[in-house]
């Protein structure tokens, strides 16, 4: 996501770095050319290596003779992809070895060029900076490719320089994205498609009563901003991640098998249904068909896992986007785990929505049924002294050279943070009913006003959300990613101050929180903070 953090007070709002983890450890390969007295006979040999197409096995005498072919053959223009991106020579040596990788997962030129443009992690991940193929000739020649355009581009202004900045900044658009601390989700996911043929799925009820087969909308092609959403949740890692969050997971299948009663006989839509889990929970719990819709591949696994678990008879899995399917009937629930960070980001609960308003009888339910968003004042000292205080006396040497921006806790993040850190009081900026709000509504601004508890530095806002499940006479089950509660695959979000602010006990901070949602990038969220500081006694 994109997110701004300003002052009350700044006339101009603070261009943010990405967000980034607070607890990545990555490191950097770097690629170097033989050292003076190594050339001669083996620099010839190198100069003679073919350099491998990217996306073939066509061999190339020159890197311009490689370029040329890939422009030609496969309609990639690479030195206009590196300008297009701004990318330096790891910026670079990332897009080599992300195609490299794409292709060999089965991609094609114009899969993976969309690939680029819809998803951002792969200009920083690491991992990436790891040569695919062995020797790889494509990478070496690089040096000199970049020594030559430095040479032509020489020498580069001020404004060129903020130019380029601000073509990268517009460009950030991933909390997962999009967040390097998503490195064992989103930013190693090989984003391929799944290699299995979609099967169709049958439901074979024996009773006359069932709702009829749905219709899947014909001749819809995904918009370019879905296609990598979608790509992203085609592979089994992250629903490891969401399948191993027992906080996340409990909460649907107790709330679901606790009421066992409401769901018997109950027609029941699993919106964003992934490997079935919902679905499947629900037909368990005594639903007379479900409803399962995605459009990610993933979807072709949870009809055969739906099988194999002996449910295909109740559950129906839709290969769609929800604003795609037809169905001759109407549903009584719906479930969702629509979810993401900041609650919004990625924009489910707009399908979600539309699933309510176009397919749910009158007197039907949504769950969870409520959302709630909080902001806190938190303080980060030990993590930043962990992070830049190494660098200034490592074993008596000073290495504050190495401090990065991402050190200072710049920007924003996502992490999991210790509740411990919390010095403020809690302040709801956002409830949202799910079975009335409207798509209209989520975008917003909202005021907040936090009491500080406790004397230290303010160094950051930090947001999290609750949802809770009920029917009218029973318990209510909450899920929570509170700093007070099990952390969960969410963690909270953390807008970081430029400028610590300096509080008392019982000053009070008030300010105004907005989230949009970025235009024609309508899945990511740009947030604002504005803020003012009240201190005890002093006229408001």
């Known amino acids: 996501p994109h997110f701004n953090t300003s002052k009350a007070h700044m006339s101009q709002p603070q261009d943010l770095s990405p967000p980034h983890s607070s607890d990545d ?15 001669g ?13 990217l996306f073939c096995s066509v061999d190339s005498s020159s890197s311009e003779n490689a370029f040329d072919h890939m422009k ?29 990788k794409q292709v060999q997962s089965g991609g094609s030129s114009d899969s993976i060029s969309k690939l680029l443009d819809s998803e951002s992690s792969w200009k920083t991940d690491n991992d990436l900076l790891k040569p695919v193929l062995e020797d790889d000739t494509f990478l070496f020649s690089l040096e000199d490719e970049d020594e030559g355009e430095a040479k032509q581009n ?9 130019r380029e900045n601000k073509f990268l900044n517009d460009q950030v658009e991933d909390l997962q994205t999009m967040i390097q601390n998503m490195q064992q989700t989103f930013q190693r996911m090989a984003f391929e498609k799944a290699s299995a043929p979609a099967s169709t799925s049958s439901s074979s009820s024996s009773s006359s009563s069932s709702p009829p087969e749905p219709v899947v909308e014909p001749g819809q092609p995904l918009h ?38 409401y769901f018997k006989d109950k027609v029941v839509m699993d919106v964003g249904c ?57 549903v009584d629930i719906i ?55 190494f660098w200034k006396d490592v074993y008596g040497f000073d290495m504050s050279i190495l401090i990065e921006e991402t050190d200072k806790f710049l920007g924003c993040d996502v992490a999991v943070v210790s509740n411990d850190c919390v010095m403020t009081s ?80 019982g000053s009070r901070v008030k300010g105004i929180l907005t989230a949009k949602r970025r235009k024609g990038h309508e899945r990511h969220y740009n947030v604002g903070l504005t803020y003012s500081l009240d201190e005890p006694g002093a006229k408001s």
């Not at 900041?342 to 489910?348: A, G, I, P, Q, R």
Request: aromatic fraction near 12%; charge should be negative; proline fraction near 3%.
């Open 25 to 39: 450890e990555s490191s950097e390969v770097s690629y170097t050319s033989e050292s003076e007295s190594d050339q």
């Open 41 to 53: 006979e083996e620099s010839e040999e190198y100069e003679e290596s073919p350099i491998r197409c």
């Open 72 to 100: 030609q053959d496969h309609g990639f223009d690479f030195n206009g992809t590196k300008s297009k991106f701004g990318l330096d020579f790891y910026g670079s040596i990332r897009l080599i070895n992300f195609i490299r």
């Open 154 to 162: 020489q020498p580069k202004t001020i404004e060129s320089y903020e």
């Open 224 to 261: 370019k901003r879905d296609i990598g959403y979608f790509e992203s949740y085609s592979d089994r890692e992250i629903h490891e991640l969401m399948l191993r969050d027992d906080t996340r997971t409990l909460a649907y299948q107790n709330f679901i098998y606790n009421n066992k009663d």
């Open 274 to 330: 992934g490997t079935g889990i919902l679905s499947m929970f629900a037909a368990k719990a005594g639903a007379k068909k479900v409803f399962g819709v995605d459009r990610a591949d993933i979807i072709d696994k949870a009809r055969e896992i739906v099988k194999i678990n002996k449910l295909d008879h109740i559950v129906t899995l839709i290969k769609s986007k929800v604003e795609d399917v037809k169905l001759d009937t109407k």
């Open 335 to 389: 479930i969702s785990e629509w979810m993401g960070y900041f609650l919004l980001y990625e924009s489910m609960l707009p399908s979600v929505l539309f699933a309510r308003d176009n397919f749910m009888n009158p007197g039907g339910m949504v769950f969870p049924n409520q959302a709630t968003m909080y902001v806190c004042g938190i303080e980060r000292e030990k993590q930043k002294k962990h992070r830049v205080d």
């Open 426 to 505: 809690h302040s709801c900026f956002k409830d949202m009913d799910i079975n009335t709000v409207k798509d209209e509504e989520l975008d917003f601004s909202s005021p907040f006003e936090l009491t500080v508890t406790r004397h230290h530095s303010l160094d950051a806002f930090l947001v999290y959300f609750d949802t809770d499940f009920f029917i009218p006479n029973s318990d209510v089950v909450k899920l929570s990613t509170s700093t007070a509660t099990k952390p969960t695959h969410w963690k909270q979000t953390i807008f970081n101050l430029a400028q610590p602010l300096t509080v008392q006990v």
